[in-house]
Structures are given as C-alpha cells and as structure tokens.
C-alpha cells in the first residue's frame, strides 16, 4: 500500500513493494500524488514496472558529464571530444531531465544547430548523443527510450572532392613555416600527412618507437578502423622525420588535436586558401599515391580503409587526367 505524506505545501507519494527498490515522487496535490502511487502499484502488480527514479534524477548534463569522466580518457580521440561534450552541456536541451528528453526537445536542438553549423556536423552531434544515452541505459540504469532515434537526421550532404593544386600547396606550407610566435610542429604534421595519408588522430598519436626510418616505415597500432597498419614513408616523409625535435613525452608531433586544428585554419587565410579542411589533405595524399599504386589493394594497405567502396570516397582523379590515359 503506497503511503501519502505532506512536505511542507507539497505531497510526497511513497511507494514500497517486495522485490522492487522503493519509489518516491512529490507533487503539487495530494491527487496526484495519489493518482501516480496506483499507477506504480498496477505496473508492479503486472509485472511491467520499470524504475525512472535515476532518468528523473539526472539531466542530460549529468550524464555528459559521467560520460566525460569515465568514458572519454579510454577512447581514441576523446580528448578532442570532451571539448564538444562540454559545449553541449551548455545548451538547453542539456538542462533537461534524462526522463523529460523527448524527441520533440531534440528535435528542437537539432533546428537551433542548424543555424549555426553543417548538416553533417549537426549529424555527428546527434549520432555522438545517441551513443551517450545508449550507455546510460546499458551501463548507468537510465531507462529511457532513446528520442535521437525517433528524430529525423539532417539531409546527409555530398562527400568532399576538395583536393589541394599544386599552387594552392606552395602557398600553404609557405604559411605555415614556424616564424615568430607559429608551432614549429604544424608544417612537419602537414608534410607528414600529405606523404602517408594518415588520419590527424593517427598523426598525433604516431610515436618514435613505431617509426623505423631505416625500413622508411610507421607502425600505427590503434587506427580509427581498430586495426593496426604499418604505413610506407616517403623521402619526403624520412627527411621531415629526420630534421624533427624528439619530444620528451615520446610522440612525433606532440600538440594537441584542436591546437592543430586552430593553427592550420590561420594558415589557410594567410595563404588564401578558401573551403580546406585538414582531412581534405588525406583526400589530396591517397588522390596522389593513387597514380604511384594503381593496386587498389596496395592503394588501401596504406590508407587503412577496409572496403573499396570507402576508398573510392577519397580518390578524386581529375576528368582531364582520365582522358589522357584514355589516348
């Protein structure tokens, strides 16, 4: 039998059963404190409860924040992460109780995002979110439905093609030479990524004890697909190697992700070099190597991509250059 008791000018509805934890709930009126006592009673008695103390206890904020905590120091890349998850405690939607998350309150997240960013990046925010409260309710019993699901996801856009000209290379890595107050790490990490084609968070990640520059090879044990691949290195690549400072801590370029990030943007608008994202060098590096590795399966050994249909997102031959192979 479920007791009501008033606390101050609220009513408090207690319900305990044997064999599920105790529930509380207060309200405004003794009514519905009454209404929502027997409502919890006919589930147990039906076998159907399911406790949403914990989703009612715990924002969105508070799970991000856990998340932070205790998920992102073990994976790849979540220092870059927790600088996202941070922004987004600082939304509206993040105030809300786990139990008040509906789809129609992330819907409207999703619109306010739009205004600001992409598509695609309002994509990855939303799939990032899901994961979360996927974790919650596996790991941390917060029983909610996952609204991200039932929200409809920005129209995914067109894969970049955007690859560097030669000119446009000149001018850019002439920008980023290390002069005044510039990192002297920048123009060697873009070097490095036009020669191997590795991934930024593979780049930052790459330490001496994996690089043999006598086999003119680096070994990547962690990779984003989760294998592990050992990349070929250019002349260019030894000679940008060779001419590095060793960082104590051991890594080849050791800067941070978004510290990368911000100083190559700075170097893109002192080159005048409009609409260039730092992954859009890998899409120059395996557009490259593709004329030296016609083997697609040599060409995918030293991208890392599985299948030859993600490969073919990163290959952006000219029309000028088919023709002329075609004679």
């Known amino acids: 039998m479920a007791s009501i008791r008033r606390r101050g000018d609220k009513w408090q509805a207690r319900v305990s059963r ?6 509380t709930k207060t309200f405004a009126s003794r009514q519905d404190a009454e209404r929502w006592a027997r409502s919890i009673e006919t589930e147990m008695d039906r076998g159907s409860f399911v406790s949403r103390s914990e989703a009612e206890a715990n924002a969105l904020q508070d799970i991000i924040e856990r998340y932070i905590d205790e998920v992102c120091p073990t994976q790849r890349g979540g220092a870059d992460d927790i600088v996202r998850l941070r922004a987004t405690c600082r939304t509206k939607l993040a105030k809300l109780s786990m139990a008040a998350l509906t789809p129609k309150a992330v819907a409207a997240y999703r619109d306010e995002r739009l205004k600001k960013v992409k598509p695609a ?3 990855r925010e939303l799939a990032y979110l899901s994961a979360i ?3 919650a309710r596996r790991e941390w019993d917060i029983n909610v439905t996952n609204p991200v699901t039932l929200v409809r996801k920005p129209q995914a856009p067109q894969g970049r093609d955007r690859v560097l000209s030669a000119d446009e290379e000149t001018r850019l890595l002439a920008a980023m030479a290390p002069t005044g107050r510039r990192s002297i790490w920048l123009l060697p990490a873009a070097i490095l990524s036009l020669e191997t084609a590795m991934r930024r968070g593979e780049l930052l990640e790459l330490r001496w004890i994996n690089v043999n520059l006598e086999a003119q090879t680096a070994h990547l044990p962690i990779t984003k697909n989760g294998a592990a691949r050992t990349v070929p290195l250019s002349q260019r690549a030894i000679s940008t190697l060779t001419d ?11 800067v941070k992700g978004n510290t990368l990030h911000a100083a190559f943007r700075k170097a893109c608008k002192r080159a005048d070099i409009r609409d260039f994202h730092w ?26 991509h599985r299948n030859l ?19």
Do not use: C, Q, W
């Not at 960082?247 to 080849?252: E, F």
């Not at 890998?282 to 995918?300: F, G, M, Q, V």
């Not at 290959?315 to 192979?325: F, N, Q, T, V």
């Open 18 to 23: 044997i064999g599920f934890p105790i529930e």
């Open 121 to 123: 990046t309002v994509t």
């Open 133 to 135: 409260i996927n974790h």
């Open 244 to 254: 590095l400072p060793r960082s104590i801590d051991g890594r080849v370029i050791p």
């Open 279 to 304: 992954h859009d060098l890998r899409h120059t590096a395996i557009t490259r190597l593709a004329k030296k590795l016609p083997n697609l399966i040599e060409l995918a050994a030293v991208s890392g």
């Open 309 to 327: 249909g993600m490969l073919k997102r990163y290959y952006h031959p000219s029309a000028a250059e088919l023709a002329r192979k075609l004679g």
